[in-house]
């Protein structure tokens, strides 16, 4: 078994929609939970950054964390064509080694 | 500010040749790690080091070998090219396993014939 989980999808939905995105984790020493965007041929970029449960902000983006449940999420309001890409949610421990889900590829269709 | 360079883009490999994968990042970050991305199985880390002279192994790093001679370099060279070392190879950056996430590079595409 994987240390995280994700859903591969492809997940597709139409312009303006939430996006949920989710990812499970099997290790509790992990303390640090992330999610990466990546755009086909690119390298993943920075989406959220968080290392406590609850919620975390920025502009569209919520990233929500229950590691009580070992559950990660990540939400997208007003979705756009342009967050059409593949979404990781990636945990780390304190030596800053990073576990990656598989991704998931989301389209979100105009 | 650069952020992280890899070189090359891309390269195509015979079976059995060695090459270094070159990366290098201009935000004096001390935590360095490599990747290798196949399809379906997302970034699996190679190898990672948290400073210079410190490496330590990932959780693939069978045929790669790393060095960290300055905080700015972290080097990954193929021992003997094998068509199971076709992939993409991220490098990515940090300032420590506290910050604010890791920084990647654009990636170098292998392909080993």
């Known amino acids: 078994q994987k240390e995280v989980e994700q859903d591969p999808g492809p997940l597709s939905v139409p312009e303006g929609a939430i996006v949920s995105l989710n990812c499970t984790y099997s290790?509790?020493?992990?303390?640090?939970f992330m999610w990466y965007r990546q755009y086909s041929r690119k390298g993943p970029e920075l989406l959220m950054y968080?290392?406590?449960?609850g919620n975390k902000e920025d502009g569209r983006f919520t990233a929500q964390v229950d590691k009580s449940s070992k559950y990660i999420s990540l939400f997208i309001r007003d979705s756009q064509p342009s967050d059409s890409a593949t979404y990781l949610c990636a945990i780390g421990d304190s030596w800053g080694k990073l576990q990656f889900g598989a991704g998931t590829q989301v389209v979100v269709t105009p | 500010n650069a952020g992280v360079t890899q070189t090359p883009k891309f390269q195509v490999l015979k079976t059995g040749q060695s090459m270094t994968l070159q990366c290098a990042q201009d935000?004096?970050?001390?935590?360095m790690s490599w990747y290798r991305q196949d399809p379906g199985m997302g970034l699996r880390l190679i190898h990672y080091s948290v400073g210079a002279g410190i490496t330590d192994q990932g959780e693939v790093p069978n045929g790669y070998n790393v060095s960290r001679s300055t905080t700015e370099d972290f080097p990954l060279r193929l021992l003997s090219a094998a068509p199971s070392q076709t992939s993409v190879y991220f490098c990515?950056?940090?300032?420590?396993?506290?910050?604010?996430?890791?920084?990647f590079g654009s990636g170098t595409r292998l392909t080993v014939v």
């Open positions: 290790n509790s020493a992990f303390q640090y």
């Open positions: 935000m004096n970050h001390e935590y």
């Open positions: 990515a950056s940090t300032r420590g396993a506290a910050s604010d996430g890791y920084t």
């Open positions: 968080t290392y406590s449960s």
